[in-house]
């Protein structure tokens, strides 16, 4: 989801880049303020599109990288943008492109339904230098990164998210604040990274245990972990945990998670 320019109908809405804009006036102004609070030397949009957000950013003077998927969204900015000499547009896909400069970022992004968790993943599990960011995301995708143990939406994106960052809602934006409007609502969050999370070098390792744990949410841990290490030794970990045998995934706090996690990373060591 990208954000709009003053005139959104120079720029035609992709459904394949999943582009909603937004319009609404005063949903722009508290994602620049709140962006504009991190002193981070640079800063870092995603999903530009017709420069909604770009515009106000580009007037704090600070150097603004701004990665664009969209071919005529990429032309719209060069046109919009021309006389500004802070803007660096790095055409490309958030997900996998490499990131321009050496930053720290204050990052800021109206991210694409079709890619907004794997563009936060990757900023979680790589070393991205960035002190604060500001994103977008489908309602639902929001409330899963808010999720509490035990709750519908809560699952390893929540458990990686809560470790390594401190979130907050910034707010909640209904269908009407962009055009075309979605048939969903949408929530800014904030992130800013947490004094002692997990090491950069296991978080890839950490989020794929965690699905395997999450894979099949009827079943125990240790049922969803068959295969991988015996019944007995899965059980010998949680009961030394203090943590019944029959426990889900979802039970657990995102730091019980974590040092399970390394209790596990223990084990293999031993078994191999």
Not at 14 to 24: I, N, P, R, S, T
Not at 47 to 54: E, F, L, Q, R, W
Not at 97 to 102: A, D, E, I, K, V
Request: glycine fraction near 8%; hydrophobic fraction near 40%.
């Amino acid at each position: 989801m990208n954000s709009s320019m003053d005139e959104p109908r120079r720029l035609r809405p992709k459904k394949e880049f999943g582009q909603h804009f937004l319009v609404a006036q005063g949903a722009i102004r508290a994602i620049v303020a709140e962006t504009l609070r991190c002193k981070a030397p640079a800063l870092l949009e995603i999903g530009p599109g017709g420069g909604a957000i770009t515009g106000p950013l580009l007037e704090d003077g600070r150097p603004l990288f701004a990665i664009e998927l969209d071919e005529e969204a990429g032309m719209v900015l060069r046109e919009r943008f021309a006389s500004a000499e802070n803007l660096h547009l790095v055409m490309g896909d958030a997900t996998e492109l490499p990131l321009p400069g050496p930053g720290p970022w204050a990052v800021v992004g109206n991210l694409p339904y079709n890619a907004a968790t794997a563009i936060l993943t990757r900023f979680l599990v790589e070393d991205i230098p960035w002190e604060r960011m500001v994103l977008m995301f489908q309602l639902e995708v929001g409330q899963k990164l808010l999720g509490k143990p035990s709750e519908k939406n809560y699952g390893p994106l929540s458990v990686l998210a809560q470790l390594t960052t401190k979130m907050a809602k910034l707010m909640k934006l209904g269908p009407s604040a962009f055009a075309p409007p979605p048939k969903v609502d949408s929530i800014v969050l904030t992130f800013e990274p947490r004094e002692s999370p997990p090491p950069l070098n296991l978080r890839k390792a950490f989020l794929g245990w965690l699905h395997h744990g999450f894979g099949h949410r009827r079943k125990t841990l240790s049922n969803n972990w068959a295969g991988i290490h015996s019944a007995e030794q899965v059980r010998g970990i949680l009961e030394g945990e203090g943590l019944n045998p029959a426990i889900r995934a979802e039970a657990l706090t995102p730091e019980q998670c974590w040092r399970l996690f390394l209790k596990f990373q223990t084990l293999e060591r031993i078994t191999h």
